[in-house]
């Protein structure tokens, strides 16, 4: 077990220099650079100013030169610093890490205590008008636009109730709004996939044997049944974490909650490259991290699925 | 072995797959045309798809056309879905805004499918180094959330339409190379295929008239539900603030603009967010739809 945890963490640092390299390669291709980003804030350089700062900034140096220069940076915890307010990239983006992580884990508990129960609510009455209903809410909730639904919770629960705040600006009251908008796209298609899943292993024949040893039809379905039908899910639920990452984004901007996401569109807005690029590594580091924790927990829910097989 | 040992019942199994095929897409077609989501979806799209085309004769007022004095009216007879900040009729606005949601959606989807399943099919058949080699850039892309990959590539091209759909295209294109892959690999051990090497084929044949039939059933379904992804994905970009700029109307930026009046009038938001949920509900719809009828084991991946 130790050493398939090893191997599969060994197995993520090619893809993360590979992701490092890509963003700074993309990054490149921005037009202009730090010091015309800054002189378009209004601030007016001479040349020699430009000049000077190209010199700190190392712009002026070839491509390759600076992408070594910044991979080496980064093996020691060194992002660069914003162009805007010459802070450390990593202290900037390790202050938001917390609340994001904090609104995509309650997104997801969202998403599993919607999605799971009404998935097997539908399964066990499949075919009925409760399934129909079941899954048409479901395709419905996947059409739905997460930004204008959360709008329409703040129209309801903040404007018309007050029962929660509009604005997220932290604490569990801020976090009850957001969470359910970021949850609820992904309950539904964790309900459509539970269904499936669980109508698959009813069928199997493990399923007759314990109904025949006389368990109960709710036992049969939760104990038996769900267990074999959540080795999918739980693989999807790995693929949905990049979902709920990049829905955040646009999350914390509905809520102007503090967070990564805030820290990648304002960096987009005010061309600070060095913090986009560091806020979007960040980020899918933290994606390709859960995806490991999530083939781990596989493991532990599977004990067919080979070790060595990655 | 026994196929080169007795070449007619050779030509006899790979006459069977094409003719069956044949066959099969005139069932197909018939299922498609009585499965009740793709009839419910197929007509929703074909509405909102005369609005795209025809706004300009659907839509009351002009898109753009502002009437302080009756700023921020909500719905009655002469503006049925009221008015907005600047007295534009948002009823108009929502028609002529389901023109940029639909080159949204479907660029996005072109772009990615013609090039992902392009080179998916030509690595995953020819396979040796390059092919490792594109699976290891696709392992890498996919570590990025997709819209995250869209919003730094946006940031690369500046805001505007165009960018954000060659930038939800460019994000999609791993999801295809790995999908349009992994069926090459496995048609290529399918006995037809196996046959016409056999016989004698050449490569491009064996690709784009045997292998093609296995890749494209799931690449289809995986185009429409792709469709309705880069519909939202766009749209919240555009909310954003990295869409179309003020003040063509944009259903995303439409939301946007009706976040700050959510207060004072809840109609201004409301509207554009309904039509975009009818247009993605519409194709989710066509998608499921082809997904049973095409594919019914997959289990459907969405590319946000």
Redesign the interface.
Known sequence: MLRYVLGRMTLTVPVLVGAAVFIFLLMQLVPGDAVSAVMAGGAKLSPEQQMEMREAFGLNRPVLVQLGDYLWGLIQGDLGRSTRSDRAVLSLVAAQIPSTLILVSAGMVVAIFVGVPLGVLAARRRNTFVDTLAMGTAVLGLSVPQFWFGLMLILLFAVNLGWFPALSSGGFNGLVLPAVTLGIAEAAILARLVRSSLIESLEQDYIATARAKGASDRRVTWRHGLRNALVPVVTMIGLQVGNLLGAAVVIEMLFARQGLGQLVVNSILRRDLPVLQGSILILASLFVVINVIVDILYKVLDPRVKLGAA | MSSSARPDIALQDTGAGPASLEQSSVGIWRRLVSHRSVVVGGSLFSIILAAALFAGWFAPYGPVDTQPDVALQPPNWTHLMGTDQFGRDVLSRVIHGARPSLVMGVAPMLISSVVGTTLGMLFGYYGRWADLLLT??V???L??????LA??????L?PGLWSIALALGLSGIPFYIRMARGQVLQAKEAPFVQTAIAIGAGDLRIMFRHIIQRVMPPILVMMTIHV?GAI?AG??LS????GIPPPSPEW?TM?QD??QF??LS?WM??F??VA???T??AT??LG?GLRDVLSPRS?G??I?
């Open positions: 290891r850039f392992d890498i892309a570590a990025f959330p997709p819209i995250l919003l730094t590539v946006v940031a690369v500046g309705a939202l749209a919240a909310f954003l603030g990295l995303g939301i009706g976040r959510i207060a809840w938001a409301f554009p967010g975009l949920a009818l993605v509900f989710n719809l499921d289990k991946e969405r946000r």
